[in-house]
Structures are given as structure tokens and as C-alpha cells.
């Protein structure tokens, strides 16, 4: 049990510096300073550390990232979002649950268009949970869809997390990329299927409201101006991946460029939205890159103090197949979310 002081000490204070409201990154680096110390031989450590700070940030697969966050922010603060949610608005018809229905076709265009979920979920949040707490939904249908739909672009292409993953674990980011098509339509089908369901067991979850006909040919005209050249921006990032033409990082800014493009068709771009969306970017670049490196660090103190070798045998001791051990994970946290909702 000599790995258990380590465990203790690392873990510990991870999890006490994240309950105390430190940002992960700090928590990750106080805890690697700790341990170096305690484990790693003191100065020659912190030496490490440095070291590792930029070894992990300098990898080549890592820079369609801000390129990806910076498409996600143009659409969110030019206004091109909000002219794909008129256009499904129009198109979607008088069912029960419509506004979801919304949410949930939006969230998946904008996913194909942006690799930031944090984008997605922001602007659908603020454009749609208004309207749909006014028109009587309850909250857990007004809030649900839109976080379940903007999470849905850390796994569509173009992904910023698969970016990260395949950097971490040194594979194909472009594969890894593509890999992620189908289980998002796949989790599109199913988010539908549960909202279907919901409104049927409690239909005042989605109350039912008139909505206005609209004529087919405005329908048509909605989606051939506010969708169909939103598909540019798609061929750009994920056709050219498919198709071998670009690397993940050149489709990355053949992405960028054709968002700007499109700025410039719709009369939205203006150096305010430029300006603002690469601020956005650089901040979560930034506070990415910091935690990257902490926890490459992390990773490193743990294997080296004997804490993950002991653990895994630990474990691996009660011989549990790999069902049982998915369900020791999943389990604290749908009790989580079954208590938060």
C-alpha cells in the first residue's frame, strides 16, 4: 500500500484545490508543485515541468484548434447563427416540442459549421431558452435540448476535443475527426426520439401552439439563402479531410477563410465581430493549453511516485470485467444529474 500516500496527497489535493473553486489548470499546476517536491526531487522537478510546458503546447496537431474556435465565435457574435434558426423555424411545422426540434436541427448545422460547444451552446441559450420559457415549455425542456445539442460539437467534425485527443494520444486527428460523424447523427436521431417521448408522456412539458402557415416556396427560399451556403464551410473543413486534399490544420483554415467569406455575402462582418471572436479564441486557447501542459505534468508525477501502477493493480485485484467497472463510473454521475435536475 506504499502507493496509497502518493494517491492520497495528489488526488487529494486536486480535488480539495477544484472544491475550493480554483480554476483546473492552477489546480493541476499547485498539485504538480506539491508533488515534485514530495516525489520528484524537489528543483529538478520544477525543471521538468518547464520542460513539459513546452513539449506539450508546441505539437504540430494542435493548431487547427484556435482556428476552430475562432469559426465558432464569428457565428456567434455576427449573426449568421440566428439566420440558420429563422430559416429552421420557418421550415419546421405545427408539432408539439417545435422549439426543441429547433434547438436540436440547429445545434447539429451549427456543430458541422463551428468545433466550439461552448459557442453552440451559448448562442442557442441565449436566442432560444427565452422564447421557449415563454411560451410555457418547462425548464428541463427549455434547458435540455440546448445543452444536449451544443455538446454535440465536441463530437461532429470539425471537433475541437477531438483536435486535443488526438494530440494527447498521438493519433490521426483527420481520422479521429471523421470517426466522429456518425455517432453525432446517431446522437441527433436519439435526442429526438427522446423529445418525442417526453412530450408525449407530459405534454405540458412542450406546450402546443398555433403556428402560422408559411408557404412553401418562402420555406424553400429560407433554406436555399440562410442554409445551403453553410455546406461551403462544411466541404471546406470536412470534404477536403475526406477527400485527402488538406490536413486537419489546413482545412482548419480553409474553414476560417470561408466564414469570412460568408461575412462578407451576409454584410456582417465588421472588425468589432473579428476582434471580439479572437479574443474569445485566445482565451480558451490559452486556458487549453495551460491545463495540457499541467496535466501532462500530472500524469507524469503519478506514474513516477508508484500512485497509478498501484492503483491499476488495486483494481485490476478485484478482477472486475469491463461492464462492471463502466458502471462504477457512470453511475455517480447519473446519480449527479438525476439530483441537480
Not at 83 to 102: E, F, M, P, S
Request: charged fraction near 10%.
Amino acid at each position: 500500500m506504499a502507493w496509497l500516500f502518493p494517491f492520497a496527497v495528489l488526488v487529494g489535493t486536486i480535488l480539495v484545490l477544484m472544491g475550493l473553486g480554483l480554476p483546473v489548470a492552477f489546480a493541476f499546476f499547485v498539485t504538480n508543485v506539491i508533488g515534485l517536491y514530495l516525489f520528484f526531487g524537489g528543483s529538478i522537478g520544477v525543471t521538468q515541468m518547464v520542460a513539459n510546458f513546452s513539449d506539450a503546447v508546441s505539437t504540430y496537431a494542435l493548431a487547427p484548434l484556435p482556428m476552430f474556435l475562432v469559426m465558432g465565435s464569428l457565428f456567434f457574435r455576427s449573426g449568421l447563427g440566428e439566420k440558420v434558426i429563422y430559416a429552421l423555424d420557418l421550415c419546421i411545422g405545427n408539432l408539439r416540442g417545435r422549439l426543441a426540434y429547433v434547438v436540436l436541427a440547429a445545434g447539429t448545422i451549427f456543430s458541422a459549421l463551428s468545433g466550439s460547444s461552448l459557442a453552440n451552446t451559448g448562442m442557442m441559450g441565449s436566442l432560444m431558452v427565452p422564447e421557449m420559457l415563454k411560451r410555457g415549455y418547462k425548464p428541463h425542456m427549455a434547458y435540455g435540448p440546448v445543452l444536449g445539442a451544443g455538446s454535440l460539437a465536441v463530437i461532429i467534425p470539425p471537433s475541437s476535443l477531438a483536435v486535443l485527443l488526438g494530440s494527447l494520444a498521438q493519433i490521426d486527428v483527420g481520422a479521429l475527426l471523421i470517426a466522429g460523424a456518425l455517432p453525432g447523427l446517431l446522437l441527433v436521431v436519439m435526442y429526438a426520439a427522446l423529445i418525442f417521448a417526453q412530450t408525449k408522456i407530459d405534454p405540458d412539458a412542450a406546450p402546443h401552439y398555433p403556428v402560422p402557415a408559411v408557404p412553401a416556396a418562402e420555406e424553400v427560399r429560407a433554406v436555399a439563402v440562410n442554409i445551403i451556403p453553410m455546406s461551403v464551410i462544411v466541404f471546406m473543413v470536412v470534404g477536403t479531410i475526406i477527400l485527402g486534399i488538406a490536413t486537419p490544420t489546413e482545412s482548419a483554415g480553409l474553414g476560417c477563410a470561408a466564414v469570412f467569406a460568408l461575412l462578407f455575402v451576409y454584410r456582417r462582418f465588421s472588425w468589432s465581430v473579428v476582434w471580439k471572436s479572437l479574443d474569445d479564441a485566445m482565451k480558451v486557447t490559452g486556458m487549453t493549453f495551460l491545463i495540457i501542459s499541467a496535466s501532462t505534468t500530472f500524469s507524469q508525477i503519478f506514474a513516477f511516485s508508484g500512485a497509478s501502477n498501484g492503483f491499476i493493480q488495486f483494481i485490476v485485484g478485484y478482477d472486475l470485467g469491463p461492464y462492471p467497472m463502466l458502471l462504477m463510473m457512470v453511475h455517480p454521475a447519473a446519480r449527479h444529474v438525476h439530483g441537480s435536475g
